[in-house]
């Protein structure tokens, strides 16, 4: 079993930054590919960012490339997603995630990932 604990949210003003991490510990390995997911209030859960088990492939949603960039930590067991330019739609809860197939890419489809935290929220004013 993997557990994962976010941190790092919390209320910013538009034009803002804010740097969320996630902590993995258990039966984690550097091999799994991590990633970010948000669920807005009555949306569905979307992909944010991932990256692969070894951290060489990473993957954007459109709705956030050049503003977010995501990283990993292997040695701390953690992974990271620096946010800038926040914007309103921003707002979400943020969720970590883990696949459990090593060496796996990241992807952007929910049910890939078999392990998750329970969420920061990020409010982002405008």
């Known amino acids: 079993q993997v557990h994962l604990v976010e941190s790092g949210g919390g209320l910013v003003q538009a034009g803002g930054s804010l740097r969320l991490s996630c902590a993995a510990s258990g039966r984690t390995s550097s091999a799994y590919a991590m990633a970010w997911f948000r669920q807005a209030p009555g949306k569905e859960r979307e992909f944010v960012a991932g990256i692969g088990g070894g951290g060489a492939e990473i993957l954007y949603a459109d709705s956030v490339k050049g503003r977010f960039t995501i990283t990993r930590d292997v040695a701390r067991k953690t992974v990271s997603l620096e946010m800038s330019s926040l914007k309103p739609e921003d707002t979400a809860v943020y969720y970590c995630?883990?696949?459990?197939?090593?060496?796996?890419?990241?992807?952007?489809?929910?049910?890939?990932?078999?392990?998750w935290g329970q969420g920061t929220q990020v409010t982002v004013s405008s």
């Open positions: 995630a883990s696949r459990s197939a090593l060496y796996s890419g990241p992807s952007n489809y929910t049910p890939s990932y078999a392990y």
